[in-house]
C-alpha cells in the first residue's frame, strides 16, 4: 500500500475510523486503530452477507489486519443525502430506499467466514443492548444540562421508563437489522443504491431500521413525507400487524432518538466533534413527535416536561 500521506484522505464518520481514496486502484483504505474487530473484520464480514443477498456493499480488495487496515472498492461519495437534501420530490428515492431495505430484511444468512477464515455470527438485538444504548442520554447529555441532585432523580425515572417501554415491543428479534440505516449510508453508484457503514448489524426488530430512515436525525423532512414513506413500506410488506408494528417503530424511534443525542454529545465533550450538536434540536423535535402518539409514552412525557420543558410540548 501507498504511504497514507499520499492518498487523499476523505471525510470520515461518528466512528474510530478514518478513510482514504487510492484513485489509482479506484479504491478505499479504511483505517481503524480502536475497535478494529468490529470496523473491519466485522464489517467485511457483513458485507460479505449482503453481497450474498444481491445487495450492492463494499468488496475486500486486500487486508492488512495486522497493520489495521482494509483496502474495499470505491463507490463514489454522492450519498442519497447529497442527492435528498436538493431534491423536490423525495418520495420516488424513498420508495427505491425501501425496495433496498425490503432486500436486507429478506436475509436469512446469520453466519459468514471472515478474511481471517473464521466463522463470524450475527448477534442478537437484545432489549439489553437497546437499553444501554438508550442510556447515552443519561450518560452525556442530561449531566449536562441538570443538577446533580435533578440529573440523579431524572436518571432513575428515566431507566425505569425505558425498561417498560422496552417490555412492550411486539416483534420478535428475527430480522436483519443494519442499525444505522439512513441515506448518508447509501451512496448512489452506477444507478444503484449501494450500502455501507454495515459493521454494527444484528438480528432484531424489524421497524428498527424503518425508524432510522423515517426519522433521521440528519435530514429534514415533512411528517406528511414521514407518514407516506411508513404506508408505502406498510404496502410492501402485507403480512404485518400494522398496530403492534407502528408501536414497535414509535419506541423504538424515541429510544433511537434518545441515543443519538446522547452520541453526539459524546462525539463533542470526548471527541472535539462538535458538529454534531447542531443535530441535537431535530432529534428532539422528532421525539415530541412521536411520543404524542401512544398512551404508553404518557409517563415519559411528564418526566421530560419536567426536566426539559424547552423541547416537549
Not at 471472515?114 to 437484545?126: A, G, I, L, P, T
Amino acid at each position: 500500500m501507498k504511504s497514507l500521506v499520499k492518498l487523499k484522505k476523505i471525510k470520515g464518520d461518528a466512528s474510530f475510523r478514518e478513510f482514504y481514496r487510492n484513485r489509482e486502484n479506484k479504491s478505499i483504505i479504511v483505517v481503524s486503530k480502536k475497535e478494529k474487530l468490529k470496523n473491519l473484520l466485522i464489517y467485511d464480514a457483513i458485507n460479505k452477507i449482503l453481497i450474498k443477498n444481491k445487495i450492492l456493499a463494499p468488496i475486500l480488495l486486500s487486508e492488512n489486519y495486522t497493520n489495521n487496515y482494509i483496502e474495499i472498492n470505491d463507490f463514489g461519495d454522492q450519498t442519497l443525502f447529497q442527492i435528498l437534501k436538493n431534491k423536490k420530490n423525495k418520495y420516488l428515492i424513498f420508495k427505491k430506499i425501501i425496495k433496498i431495505l425490503n432486500k436486507i430484511q429478506s436475509i436469512k444468512d446469520k453466519k459468514v467466514k471472515n478474511f481471517k477464515n473464521k466463522s463470524y455470527k450475527v448477534q442478537e438485538y437484545k432489549n439489553k443492548i437497546l437499553f444501554d444504548e438508550t442510556k447515552l442520554f443519561c450518560d452525556w447529555y442530561v449531566p449536562k444540562m441538570l443538577s446533580k441532585y435533578r440529573s440523579t432523580q431524572f436518571k432513575k425515572k428515566f431507566r425505569l421508563e425505558i425498561k417498560k417501554l422496552l417490555s412492550k415491543l411486539n416483534y420478535k428479534n428475527v430480522t436483519f437489522v443494519h442499525r444505522d440505516f439512513h441515506v448518508s449510508n447509501l451512496i448512489y453508484y452506477n444507478k444503484k443504491i449501494a450500502v455501507i457503514d454495515s459493521q454494527d448489524a444484528l438480528i432484531g426488530n424489524r421497524a428498527y431500521d424503518l425508524a432510522s430512515l423515517i426519522d433521521d436525525v440528519r435530514l429534514k423532512t415533512s411528517n406528511e413525507l414521514k407518514e407516506k414513506v411508513f404506508k408505502f413500506y406498510i404496502k410492501t410488506n402485507k403480512k404485518i400487524d400494522l398496530k403492534k408494528f407502528k408501536k414497535d417503530f414509535e419506541i423504538l424511534s424515541v429510544l433511537r432518538n434518545f441515543k443519538i443525542i446522547g452520541i453526539f454529545m459524546r462525539l463533542a465533550e470526548r471527541d472535539n466533534k462538535k458538529k454534531y450538536l447542531k443535530l441535537i434540536p431535530y432529534a428532539w423535535e422528532m421525539i415530541n413527535y412521536r411520543i404524542k402518539e401512544q398512551n404508553e409514552f404518557n409517563n415519559l412525557i411528564l418526566l421530560l416536561k419536567n426536566n426539559f420543558p424547552k423541547y416537549i410540548r
